[in-house]
Nanobody
């Protein structure tokens, strides 16, 4: 059974960097693709980016300039760093595995609020 768990601060000040970590069990972050996805209040899901098994990363064009995804294979974790945040970045953030074209396993999500 694959499980994902997000962790990180729930409150970030404007202009700071939002950093979240996803801890994976039941699979290795050196396999498959590991995604970050968010849902702002009252809106749909927005894909942020993916760390692929071969070490490549891909990002949403609208967020690419502010986004970085890294992997720690020793801890079986992957992390999101989103810089220069604004209140528009307030959302529930999810990590999810993609296998083929299917997001098959998701974390429970973590609320992040950007506010001074």
């Amino acid at each position: 059974q694959v499980q994902l768990q997000e962790s990180g601060p729930g409150l970030v000040k404007p202009a700071q960097t939002l950093s979240l970590t996803c801890t994976v069990s039941g699979d290795s972050v050196t396999n498959s693709g590991w995604n970050w996805i968010r849902q702002p209040p009252g809106k749909g899901l927005e894909w942020i980016g993916v760390a692929v098994y071969n070490g490549a990363n891909y990002y949403s064009p609208s967020l690419r300039s502010r986004t970085s995804i890294s992997r720690d294979t020793s801890k079986n974790q992957f992390s999101l760093h989103l810089s220069s945040v604004t209140p528009e970045d307030t959302a529930v953030y999810y990590c999810a595995r993609i296998e083929g074209t299917t997001f098959d396993y998701w974390g429970q999500g973590t609320q992040v609020t950007v506010s001074s």
